[in-house]
Structures are given as structure tokens and as C-alpha cells.
């Protein structure tokens, strides 16, 4: 049983850089592998990035590879995804999910987090 709490949303112009944050509670953050996905409007949800419980393996969706970093405090039950070079084919709401391995499937993640939006503009 996990809660994920994600922050770090906003507007940004193309090119620019967010860092998005998932706050976990609970005494076991560190026994989930992680996950960001994404969810623009009149779309489904898709996977953006993954890592594993200890930090030391991660995979991207192709879209955001060079752009984008995951990575993870398991000391402060938090996961994070660096942006950068922003597009505004990045505007989504993004969700961290947790899982007990590493998967880029929604359906392979059993906590989710309320989501957190972000704007790129041109």
C-alpha cells in the first residue's frame, strides 16, 4: 500500500525544463519499481519512464529518450522526472505509478498518483 502525491507541474516555453517530483508515503517506497506516464486530452494514458526499485536500471519511451531523466531518493520516498528540452507535444497531465517490477504498461502499476499538469507552450 503506497500513496503518491506528484508536484512540480506548470507552463513552460518549448525548450525549457521542468523537474516533476512523486512524494510516497508509507514505510516501503523502496520495494516498488517506479513509473511516469502521461495523459494529453482525448488520448490514452502512455508510458514515459520507468525504474527499478534501487535505482540502478531505468528505461524511457522513445518520445522523451535524451530528453528526459528518472530517477529516485528512496531516503525521502521520492521519485522525480527531470524534463528537459521541452516540446509542446509534452503537454499532458503526468502520473507516477508504482509497481512491483519495472513495466511500461498502465496495467502493470497497482498505485497512482492524482497527476500533475504541464503546459508547453511555442
Known amino acids: 500500500q503506497v500513496q503518491l502525491v506528484e508536484s512540480g507541474g506548470g507552463l513552460v516555453q518549448a525548450g525549457g525544463s521542468l523537474r516533476l517530483s512523486c512524494a510516497a508515503s508509507?514505510?516501503?517506497?523502496?520495494?516498488?519499481?517506479m513509473g511516469w506516464f502521461r495523459q494529453a486530452p482525448g488520448k490514452e494514458r502512455e508510458f514515459v519512464a520507468t525504474?527499478?526499485?534501487?535505482?540502478?536500471?531505468?528505461y524511457y519511451a522513445d518520445p522523451v529518450k535524451g530528453r528526459f531523466t528518472i530517477s529516485r531518493d528512496n531516503a525521502k520516498n521520492t521519485v522525480y522526472l527531470q524534463m528537459n528540452s521541452l516540446k509542446p507535444d509534452d503537454t499532458a497531465v503526468y502520473y507516477c505509478?508504482?509497481?512491483?517490477?519495472?513495466?511500461?504498461?498502465?496495467?502493470?502499476?497497482?498505485?497512482w498518483g492524482q497527476g500533475t499538469q504541464v503546459t508547453v507552450s511555442s
Open positions: 508509507g514505510r516501503t517506497f523502496s520495494s516498488y519499481a
Open positions: 525504474i527499478n526499485r534501487n535505482g540502478d536500471y531505468t
Open positions: 505509478a508504482a509497481a512491483v517490477a519495472v513495466h511500461t504498461t498502465t496495467r502493470n502499476y497497482g498505485y
